[in-house]
DNA sequence: TACGACACATAGTA
DNA sequence: GTACTATGTGTCGT
């Protein structure tokens, strides 16, 4: 799915702006019988970012709503993240932020946090930890385009951590009643001002692919799949994301996506992973390792994708979110799924690749496609991303 | 059946 | 190795 807009962006001078919404979930989806699935008490993390074309820095923008022709002038763009029924648009579904304290902490709203294109400053991710923080918090002015605050200039990326479905999908594993599935949306807002009645309008948005939200543990599911091999070991890595399949990320493309269709078989990596607990050990998993990570510098990793920079190597996230391209062809894996995905099942942290504005290629996913080989990178990673 | 709360297990880190 | 933290998941009651 491309990015649906409300209205249109344009320049001072009248330039019309194309609005790229990125959006990619690092964690705690994985590829069941075809379908985009994750529990609904495990966290998923969810990184987004937007970029403009073209890109004037310290140029006014402004907003023009759909059947409209009053601009307003933008102070800021915000991102956030929601999710909606898939086929209904209008129903929401609440999605809740918990602190590491998790029950014991307070839970939120993901909120609006603003930020930069990604085409204009390089700029590193953030958003760990801070629950709320970000979000209301400077509110920087925008008008020149962004920035403008001195030192603390916004980021062009965040990083919602800890997310999970207010509530799980209806129907599953009923095999026979319709199963619902959700999408996730990651929404563009901007910040009007006192110029409208609600200051902050939402002006674009893009959704993934429609997803399973499992309200129950994962032993519940197990049974359920028959097909399935035994399990193999599949480790996932304990926190980091379990898991990801690998094999999903493939997948990915042509699933998420919006390949659709292709993909044959799937299944619960889990089956494996739960198999074994995790272990880590499975495979080389490498890759990302300790460079990687630390690399990262982020205390908590997984915000950091340097792949991306590097991107070959890393993994290829998840792109649930579609996006136009899909990069690669999909992966074949047909048969060998089964170990395919255990291996998978580990997938990297990385995902997008840091789209850094360098990279910054027209279309948000060409730069982490890059990875040509990222296959089997991929592997070695310990989770799934699926990039919106 | 799904959800919330509690509790335990495991991996990672200090 | 030990303690602590973060997170995944099992279980129970509703």
């Given at each position: 799915?491309?990015?649906?807009?409300?209205?249109?962006?344009?320049?001072?001078?009248?330039?019309?702006?194309?609005?790229?919404?990125?959006?990619?979930?690092?964690?705690?989806?994985?590829?069941?019988?075809?379908?985009?699935?994750?529990?609904?008490?495990?966290?998923?993390?969810?990184?987004?970012?937007?970029?403009?074309?073209?890109?004037?820095?310290?140029?006014?923008?402004?907003?023009?709503?759909?059947?409209?022709?009053?601009?307003?002038?933008?102070?800021?763009?915000?991102?956030?993240?929601?999710?909606v029924v898939a086929d209904n648009d209008q129903q929401?579904?609440?999605?809740?932020?918990?602190?590491?304290?998790?029950?014991?902490?307070?839970?939120?709203?993901?909120?609006?946090?603003?930020?930069?294109?990604?085409?204009?400053?390089?700029?590193?991710?953030?958003?760990?930890?801070?629950?709320?923080?970000?979000?209301?918090?400077?509110?920087?002015?925008?008008?020149?385009?962004?920035?403008?605050?001195?030192?603390?200039?916004?980021?062009?990326?965040?990083?919602?951590?800890?997310?999970?479905?207010?509530?799980?999908?209806?129907?599953?594993?009923?095999?026979?009643?319709a199963?619902q599935y959700y999408h996730?949306?990651?929404?563009?807002?901007?910040?009007?001002?006192?110029?409208?009645?609600?200051?902050?309008?939402?002006?674009?948005?893009?959704?993934?692919?429609k997803?399973?939200?499992?309200?129950?543990?994962?032993?519940?599911?197990?049974?359920?799949?028959?097909?399935?091999?035994?399990?193999?070991?599949?480790?996932?890595?304990?926190?980091?994301?379990?898991?990801?399949?690998?094999?999903?990320?493939?997948?990915?493309?042509?699933?998420?996506?919006?390949?659709?269709?292709?993909?044959?078989?799937?299944?619960?990596?889990?089956?494996?992973?739960?198999?074994?607990?995790?272990?880590?050990?499975?495979?080389?998993?490498?890759?990302?390792?300790?460079?990687?990570?630390?690399?990262?510098?982020?205390?908590?990793?997984?915000?950091?994708?340097?792949?991306?920079?590097?991107?070959?190597?890393?993994?290829?996230?998840?792109?649930?979110?579609?996006?136009?391209?899909?990069?690669?062809?999909?992966?074949?894996?047909?048969?060998?799924?089964?170990?395919?995905?255990?291996?998978?099942?580990?997938?990297?942290?990385?995902?997008?690749?840091?789209?850094?504005?360098?990279?910054?290629?027209?279309?948000?996913?060409?730069?982490?496609?890059?990875?040509?080989?990222?296959?089997?990178?991929?592997?070695?990673?310990?989770?799934?991303?699926?990039?919106?």
């Amino acid at each position: 799915m491309s990015v649906q807009t409300s209205g249109s962006l344009q320049y001072e001078n009248g330039t019309p702006i194309k609005v790229d919404i990125t959006g990619t979930v690092d964690k705690g989806f994985f590829l069941a019988e075809g379908e985009w699935t994750c529990y609904r008490r495990n966290y998923m993390t969810c990184a987004c970012s937007y970029s403009l074309h073209p890109h004037y820095p310290g140029t006014i923008v402004h907003f023009i709503p759909q059947g409209s022709s009053q601009p307003y002038q933008v102070y800021g763009l915000y991102m956030s993240i929601s999710a909606v029924v898939a086929d209904n648009d209008q129903q929401t579904i609440e999605l809740v932020q918990h602190t590491p304290k998790r029950d014991k902490g307070p839970t939120s709203k993901p909120e609006k946090v603003l930020l930069l294109p990604k085409n204009s400053v390089p700029s590193h991710h953030v958003g760990m930890y801070n629950d709320n923080s970000t979000a209301s918090g400077a509110r920087a002015v925008y008008q020149d385009g962004y920035g403008g605050q001195g030192g603390g200039q916004p980021p062009t990326e965040h990083t919602f951590e800890r997310i999970q479905f207010k509530q799980a999908t209806q129907n599953n594993g009923k095999r026979r009643a319709a199963q619902q599935y959700y999408h996730l949306m990651v929404e563009l807002w901007a910040d009007l001002g006192s110029s409208t009645a609600d200051k902050f309008v939402k002006i674009a948005y893009r959704k993934s692919e429609k997803m399973i939200v499992r309200g129950r543990s994962p032993g519940h599911y197990q049974s359920e799949k028959r097909r399935s091999h035994s399990g193999g070991p599949g480790g996932s890595s304990g926190t980091l994301g379990s898991y990801g399949a690998l094999g999903i990320s493939d997948f990915s493309h042509s699933g998420l996506l919006g390949g659709s269709s292709t993909y044959n078989g799937s299944y619960d990596p889990r089956g494996s992973v739960y198999g074994t607990p995790r272990s880590h050990d499975v495979s080389a998993e490498n890759t990302m390792t300790s460079e990687d990570d630390k690399s990262m510098g982020h205390n908590k990793s997984y915000l950091y994708y340097p792949g991306s920079m590097y991107d070959s190597s890393q993994s290829r996230p998840l792109e649930m979110f579609a996006s136009r391209n899909d990069h690669e062809s999909p992966p074949a894996q047909s048969s060998t799924d089964t170990k395919v995905k255990s291996e998978y099942d580990i997938t990297p942290r990385v995902f997008q690749p840091p789209l850094g504005d360098s990279r910054r290629p027209p279309g948000p996913f060409e730069a982490k496609t890059t990875s040509g080989g990222y296959y089997p990178t991929i592997l070695s990673s310990p989770s799934t991303s699926l990039t919106l």
